[in-house]
């Protein structure tokens, strides 16, 4: 079912679902004695993790990162994966 709803609710109606699963994974994660940390997502697409440049254009495609600092290239979803982990482990 689709929702219509005002461009100031956009943000906040949207973020709802984010919460809720953030909630979910925190509870099983808490049974099973596994930590969360939460890490901001911005830039995890477009940051090379080899030189650490950060720009849109490593993103030219949809699925592709390609530094264009270094040249490093990677999947763009495997790569923020990584940023991911990095910026939870530091
Ligand atoms: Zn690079």
Redesign the pocket.
């Known amino acids: 079912m689709e929702k219509t709803v005002r461009k100031a609710q956009r943000r906040q109606h949207s973020s709802w679902s984010f919460y809720q699963l953030r909630q979910f994974i925190q509870y099983k994660a808490d049974l099973a004695g596994i930590p969360v940390m939460l890490v901001d997502p911005k830039n995890t697409s477009r940051t090379?993790?080899?030189?650490?440049?950060v720009a849109k254009e490593?993103r030219s495609l949809r699925d592709n990162f390609c530094?264009?600092?270094?040249?490093?290239v990677d999947l763009a979803d495997k790569l923020a994966a990584e940023n991911i982990r990095r910026d939870a482990v530091n």
């Open positions: 090379c993790i080899q030189c650490g440049y490593n530094c264009r600092a270094c040249g490093y």
